[in-house]
Structures are given as C-alpha cells and as structure tokens.
C-alpha cells in the first residue's frame, strides 16, 4: 500500500500522481505497476507504468483519464492521503545496457516509462549516450512536461528532445 502524497492535473486529460514508496521497493527504469481498483463490487488491476526514476524517493505516476474508466474515476476522486494496494514492478520495457545511442517515441501518457528511463540514463547512470525523445501529442492543450524536459536537455548536452502536435489550432 502507497499514500497519495502530491495530485496535479498538468494537461486537459493527464494527472501526475506521486505517491510514498515502500522502503523495500525496488524496480527497473520503464517497469509498471498494476493498481487494485474496486468498484464497491469487485476488485479489478489496471496497468501503469511509472514516471519517476528507481532512485527517487517516490513514485510518481502520469495517468490519462477515460470517460467511464474504473481507475479514472479513482484517480478523480482520489485526495492527497488516500491510500492505493498495487502489485508490482513487472514487465520487460527497460533500456538495454548494449544501446549505442537511446531513441523514443512516444504520445501523451506514453511517455510515462520513456521519462522514467531518460531520467535514469542522464541522472542516474551519468550515460554519455545519445538520447533523443521524439514527444507527440494531439492539441496545444495536450502539452506537458516541456519544463522538464526543457531542463533537462538544458542540463545534459547528449539529451535532445522534438515535440510535435498532430493537430495544431493554426
């Protein structure tokens, strides 16, 4: 079990959720977690990887919210000292060590396990790899995290990052 200790709506859609970490908890940049999300009914597990990186000292989620969705309507409701079980970390999604240079992709909330990996590489692991993030989203609305990734290409001259909007206002 977790406690909700930060929730912020960063984009029309998107939440960022950080929550306490287990002393014991220990898991590789681009893994996910599955929460236990009840209806009052039953008991049903929803996949999210996490954003922040091993060595925080929290884990820090970037959820996309569904009309109707199960784990939405917790997330919505959920308040700074809510509690939440999980299982976890698992899969297979993490950077290899054999990468000359590190490339990624990714659209809205997918870029939850990307960051996670980034941060890893360029804080953690100090790699002198190349890393560029290629960060799609739909709208102007959709847009986050520039000021991170801002910063961090700032602080790290091997980081460079593109953000593209597939339908732009003009």
């Not at 049903?44 to 990186?53: D, G, K, M, Q």
């Not at 980034?118 to 692991?125: H, N, T, V």
């Not at 002198?128 to 989203?137: A, E, M, R, T, Y």
């Given at each position: 079990?977790?406690?909700l200790t930060?929730?912020?709506?960063?984009?029309?859609?998107?939440?960022?959720?950080?929550f306490?970490k287990p002393?014991d908890?220990?898991?590789?940049?681009?893994?996910?977690?599955q929460?236990?999300v009840?209806?009052?009914?039953?008991h049903v597990?929803?996949?999210?990887?996490i954003?922040?990186?091993p060595?925080?000292s929290h884990?820090?989620?970037?959820?996309?919210?569904?009309?109707g969705g199960r784990?939405s309507?917790?997330?919505m409701?959920m308040?700074?000292g809510?509690?939440l079980?999980?299982?976890?970390?698992?899969g297979?999604?993490?950077?290899?060590?054999?990468?000359?240079?590190?490339?990624?992709?990714?659209t809205?909330?997918?870029?939850?396990?990307?960051m996670?990996?980034?941060r890893?590489?360029?804080?953690?692991?100090?790699?002198?790899k190349?890393?560029?993030?290629?960060?799609g989203?739909?709208c102007?609305e959709?847009?986050?995290?520039?000021a991170?990734?801002d910063?961090l290409?700032q602080k790290y001259?091997?980081?460079?990052?593109?953000?593209?909007?597939s339908r732009?206002?003009s």
């Amino acid at each position: 079990r977790v406690e909700l200790t930060h929730k912020k709506q960063i984009a029309r859609d998107i939440f960022e959720l950080n929550f306490s970490k287990p002393p014991d908890f220990s898991y590789t940049a681009g893994q996910f977690v599955q929460f236990l999300v009840s209806d009052g009914r039953e008991h049903v597990l929803r996949s999210y990887s996490i954003s922040s990186a091993p060595h925080d000292s929290h884990l820090e989620f970037c959820i996309k919210i569904l009309d109707g969705g199960r784990a939405s309507s917790m997330v919505m409701k959920m308040q700074e000292g809510d509690e939440l079980a999980f299982r976890g970390p698992r899969g297979r999604f993490v950077c290899s060590s054999e990468s000359r240079h590190l490339y990624f992709v990714a659209t809205g909330a997918g870029i939850a396990p990307i960051m996670g990996m980034i941060r890893d590489e360029l804080e953690y692991q100090k790699t002198d790899k190349k890393i560029h993030l290629l960060f799609g989203v739909r709208c102007e609305e959709d847009i986050f995290w520039t000021a991170r990734l801002d910063a961090l290409a700032q602080k790290y001259d091997n980081f460079k990052y593109s953000l593209t909007v597939s339908r732009p206002s003009s």
